[in-house]
């Protein structure tokens, strides 16, 4: 275990007891750091194992994980640095890492520092990394030059030539003077919570306006922490610059290369822009259809990991990719289901969410999100094995709030994972919500009991009808069927009488065309 020191060294004395109280603390914080960083490295290389992934009858095929499966990183390939563009050293592929947090001090905040560290290690393993070490410093506030510290960056840049590791990944969002000034003293590549994440969506997204949209955030991003790389940003001297200048003939064209990155980089973005908001159309013509034909929707959100595509696939045999992995669904799918009664709804099931998720995505989603806000229905997935549930509740809400609507759909939480969770866990997650299901997406536990709850959320059909309908109009007939609720069907000579509850729309045309 790597031992770095979490505050400066105090020199040994024969003195009293007041500077022996203050050495104490110092070995406290380093024992629980160096405990938590043993803990989270001793479950490296579980995020993306072969038999990580346990799927149930439910999942189909899973073609769909067979072909990403089918493209796997080449361990031992160098990442080093030399003279590149910052457009080109941010599409590097991470390989051997170094893990680094803070946390202010105490057990309470050491324990949550383990569990966003924990998750560090497996965001950079499902992006393809290795993780090699970790540090973990207590510190009250990061350090606006370095985060760390220069001293303790000096002693990161140790454990990273002692590891052989190519890149340090930060459990935050870094400030770009804050990554440059780490950069120059590890000299290996230093990449924030934020770029890491942003990493794993561009490699799983599949449609193109996921695509669109994850380029988009990408971009956003970058802008503000474009870095020249020696000479080749050095397009622009012209005169006696700063009264050292090169003189004639080293006069540039005018705009240095970092400026035309800026410039390609906005020009992108508005593109994307363009383009996600001519998607938009597509997206909402769909879901108007579901209003006009009275087709309820019910939304999965919750953490990444959660569960959610495994209880879509336990709930309409949908057979969409599920993989034990973070952010493995990114393309929002919609599938439609029956209630037990033959009521016609829709799921759909949305992209995780992460502890600080980057606001450039949840920008960048948000026509994507908003399927939410227009659901009849909330089902927050929450994984009950989780070593911090109500800290993924938190996180979730926290990110929906800013969608507009969401407040007024009804929310059941759904605590997923029951076969491998505490009894414990559950229990105090169901006294503090104030509606709860607990469910088995694997092995089908409370399944049966989240469809009855779901059909008794749904909203019914407001209109009660009793007429004939001639046989020249089964379309009709058919739509009953398909979004009414039907209590009694009978064929006479003139047409089919029905009685039972429609939508009003349905029952002005149904009155319309009556016998």
Same mark, same amino acid.
């Given at each position: ?66 072909? *990403? ?62 993780? /090699? ?11 606006? =030059? ?50 890491? %994440? /942003? ?42 610059? =700063? ?43 769909? *879901? ?55 009521? #016609? ?14 606001? !450039? ?7 994507? /999100? ?20 109500? =800290? ?6 926290? #990110? ?25 866990? %559950?229990?105090?997650? !169901? ?5 709860? #299901? #607990? ?77």
């Amino acid at each position: 275990m790597t031992h770095i020191p979490t505050g400066p060294e105090q020199p040994a004395t024969q003195s009293d007891e007041p500077t022996e109280q203050t050495v104490a603390p110092s070995r406290d914080a380093q024992a629980i750091a160096d405990d938590v960083v043993a803990r989270v490295l001793a479950r490296a290389g579980t995020a993306r194992s072969e038999g990580g992934t346990v799927h149930s009858a439910h999942d189909g095929d899973q073609l769909d994980l067979a072909e *990403r499966a089918a493209l796997r990183r080449v361990a031992n390939l160098s990442t080093e640095l030399e003279d590149v563009t910052e457009v080109e050293y941010r599409q590097l592929r991470l390989e051997k890492v170094v893990l680094v947090g803070t946390y202010p001090g105490g057990e309470a905040a050491a324990r949550e520092a383990e569990v966003s560290l924990r998750e560090l290690a497996a965001l950079a393993e499902t992006a393809g990394s290795q993780v /090699l070490d970790g540090i973990l410093q207590k510190r009250a506030k990061p350090d606006p =030059g370095t985060f760390l510290g220069s001293g303790k960056a000096a002693d990161l840049a140790d454990v990273v030539a002692a590891t052989g590791a190519d890149t340090v990944v930060v459990d935050t969002e870094l400030a770009p003077s804050q990554r440059r000034g780490l950069e120059d003293i590890v000299k290996v590549k230093v990449v924030d919570r934020t770029a890491l %994440i /942003l990493d794993i969506f561009a490699q799983h997204a599949k449609s193109r306006e996921g695509k669109a949209q994850v380029e988009l955030a990408q971009l956003e991003y970058l802008l503000p922490r474009l870095r020249g790389w020696g000479e080749s940003m050095s397009r622009q001297a012209g005169g006696q610059v =700063g009264g050292a200048g090169a003189g004639m003939g080293s006069r540039g064209p005018g705009e240095t290369k970092i400026e035309l990155d800026r410039r390609r980089i906005r020009n992108r973005m508005a593109k994307l822009r363009r383009e996600i908001a001519a998607m938009a159309p597509a997206r909402e013509t769909k *879901r108007l259809d579901r209003k006009r034909n009275a087709i309820p929707n019910v939304a999965i959100a919750g953490y990444t990991n959660a569960g959610k595509s495994s209880l879509l696939n336990a709930l309409t045999d949908a057979g969409v990719l599920v993989e034990n992995a973070l952010f493995a669904t990114l393309d929002p799918t919609v599938r439609r289901t029956r209630t037990d009664d033959g009521r #016609v709804y829709t799921l759909a099931d949305t992209v995780g969410f992460v502890r600080h998720l980057p606001h !450039q995505l949840v920008e960048a989603f948000r026509s994507t /999100l908003e399927e939410v806000g227009d659901a009849a229905l909330l089902l927050h997935v929450v994984d009950a094995s989780h070593p911090d549930p109500e =800290g993924q509740i938190a996180a979730v809400r926290e #990110v929906l709030a800013d969608i507009p609507g969401v407040e007024d759909v009804p929310e059941v939480i759904v605590l997923n994972k029951a076969d491998v969770a505490d009894p414990a866990v %559950i229990g105090r997650v !169901q006294r503090r919500e104030r509606r709860t #299901v #607990v469910v088995s997406a694997h092995s089908g536990e409370g399944v049966a009991e989240l469809r009855a709850l779901i059909a008794d959320e749904l909203p019914r059909p407001a209109v009660e009808i009793d007429l004939v309908v001639p046989y020249s109009r089964g379309d009709l007939v058919h739509r009953v069927h398909e979004n009414g609720e039907l209590t009694d069907e009978e064929h006479l000579a003139e047409g089919t009488r029905l009685r039972g509850r429609v939508d009003a729309a349905l029952a002005a045309e149904l009155e319309q065309v009556a016998v």
